[in-house]
């Protein structure tokens, strides 16, 4: 992407406004904006004003959609990986392949549950923090800006079942990361098993250690808005 182009939109963007990784019943799942045609917003500067104005913990730029090259910023940076965002598009565009800059990913739909395969490796880093119980999660304080901590709890050990609740620290005004992709395979990575982690609200992530260093990351999205902003 060439970022020295002019900074400004050159038409009207039209974004469409997600919940992924919603709970069964339909409820929760992060907001995440969706610009189908990137070319409205052709440079890094217009990119980040349009997630910084919108305020969702990601918003995605898709630049190709036959071939699934996606470009995604929180309200504050730009990130070469993210789980919901890539979820959440390949769901929308019933793509095979999303392209992010860490790398390709393949998707697969499976009923309600719509899949990602990608590598801990790409997900930016990430402080994981074991606490003795859901309700210890449950009960925290958002922390002051700083590190970002993904705070987790057994709910059923046996059963693969997690509490989990993210804090980003980077004081872009996402105090609280509703359900964090990147974060679950970091945890998955570091269990070495598939995982059903209830996170935020009530939000569900899904994960499935696969081979050769690969894990699935599923759940269920929705649309819930277009919107269209002019110039």
């Known amino acids: 992407m060439n970022t020295t182009a002019r900074s400004r939109p050159s038409a009207a963007t039209d974004i469409d406004v997600l919940r992924v990784f919603c709970a069964g019943d339909g409820r929760f799942g992060n907001a995440l904006g969706v610009v189908r045609d990137g070319r409205t917003r052709p440079d890094e500067a217009s990119r980040q004003a349009l997630a910084k104005e919108l305020g969702f ?16 910023y929180t309200p504050g940076v730009r990130l070469p990986f993210a789980g919901h965002p890539l979820v959440g598009t390949a769901w929308l565009l019933d793509l095979e392949v999303v392209c992010p800059p860490a790398g390709e990913v393949w998707a697969r739909g499976d009923g309600e549950f719509t899949w990602i395969g990608a590598r801990a490796e790409w997900a930016p880093p990430r402080t994981l923090r074991r606490y003795g119980s859901a309700a210890e999660v449950d009960a925290l304080d958002v922390p002051d800006p700083g590190e970002w901590i993904y ?66 990351l599923g759940g269920r999205v929705l649309l819930e808005r277009t919107l269209t902003l002019t110039p």
């Open 57 to 72: 913990s990601e918003t995605v730029f898709v630049d190709d959609p036959e071939r699934g090259d996606v470009d995604i």
């Open 151 to 216: 705070a987790w709890a057994w709910e059923d050990e046996a059963a693969g079942r997690i509490r989990a609740r993210a804090f980003p620290g980077r004081g872009d005004g996402i105090d609280e990361d509703e359900a964090t992709g990147a974060a679950a395979l970091l945890l998955t990575a570091e269990l070495g098993r598939a995982l059903n982690i209830t996170q935020g609200r009530g939000s569900q992530i899904l994960t499935a250690p696969g081979p050769d260093g690969v894990i699935e």
